[in-house]
Structure formats: C-alpha cells, structure tokens
C-alpha cells in the first residue's frame, strides 16, 4: 500500500509481476485504480533458494551465510549466478521487445531478484551494494522498495537505486 501511494502518480501504460501470489498481489494494489492489469510472468519470479525456500531464516541462517558468499544454491535445486542472470537478460529482453519509446513500465519482483539484477542491467557489484546498504544485517533491498530505470541508447540505465516507497520521488 505504501508503494502504491509513492506511484500513485505515475502514469504506466504496461505492467509486468512475478508468476507468485504475493507480487501478483501486490500488483493488483499498485494497479487498484487503474484501468491496466499486470501480466504475471514466470521470468520475474523470486531466486530459487532450492530447498532452502521457505524455511525459517533461523533454521538455515548459517548455511544461508556460507551459501551467499558463493551465491549458489543450484546443488540443492536453487539458482546460482549463472542461472539467475540468464533468466534476468532474458525475461528484460521480452519485456523490451514488447514495449515502445515512451512506454512506462510497472514491474512487481522480489527483493533478492532485484539485488541480482544490479550486475546484468546496471554493471553494479551487487556484493558491494550489499555491503554498503546493509544496516545491522537488514537486507538492501527494502520490502516493498521502489527502483527506477531507464533503457535509453541501447542500455539499461539506473536512475534511482531501491529505496522505501516513502523516500520515493518520481
């Protein structure tokens, strides 16, 4: 609701959200007003922590720190770097080939694909982004956190890094 309100201004005219119940959800939200329906894509869904999805961060925390500094969980059915990267390119790519110069696009995804992101799209180290956003151990990437770019000049550009949607400026 509260990265409703922060876009609450901002005209989209496509909207894209993960395949999962709660991006589709809060996409409807972001969308509640509006005439535009998000198109759930499969592409945007979460990293695949394996078997490790959906387990209680105190449970697995510690092998969740050792798993993070080789960022791969594809060994118990997870994404790793490579996996990850190639869905990102991909699902950017089809959603670019379906826009057109002025379009602007809503994407719903989640705070993780979002930190994996910064390397394809943005040549940004999402090691050191982490390192530098991260306050006593909180994630960077804020729920229900809004980041703005841009493709212009054959590029993905950054124009404002993830941000809580009351720090949001359009």
Not at 6 to 27: G, H, K, N
Not at 37 to 43: H, R, V
Not at 45 to 71: H, Y
Request: with cysteine; charged share 35%.
């Amino acid at each position: 609701e509260k990265a409703a309100e922060a876009l609450r201004s901002v005209p989209f005219t496509r909207a894209y959200c993960s395949s999962s119940e709660r991006a589709v959800d809060t996409a409807a939200i972001i969308l509640k007003e509006r005439s535009l329906k998000a198109e759930p894509m499969k592409g945007l869904k979460e990293f695949d922590f394996g078997l490790m999805d959906g387990a209680l961060i105190e449970q697995v925390k510690p092998e969740m720190t050792e798993r993070r500094k080789k960022d791969s969980w594809k060994d118990i059915g997870g994404d790793d770097t490579e996996s990850i990267t190639n869905r990102i390119i991909r699902t950017f790519s089809g959603i670019l080939s379906e826009c057109k110069d002025g379009d602007r696009v809503l994407i719903v995804s989640h705070g993780s694909y979002c930190l994996h992101m910064l390397k394809p799209l943005f040549g940004i180290d999402p090691v050191k982004f982490r390192e530098e956003r991260s306050e006593n151990g909180a994630f960077p990437v804020p729920n229900g956190g809004i980041m703005k770019f841009e493709w212009a000049d054959g590029s993905w550009k950054m124009l404002e890094l993830p941000t809580e949607p009351e720090k949001f400026h359009d």
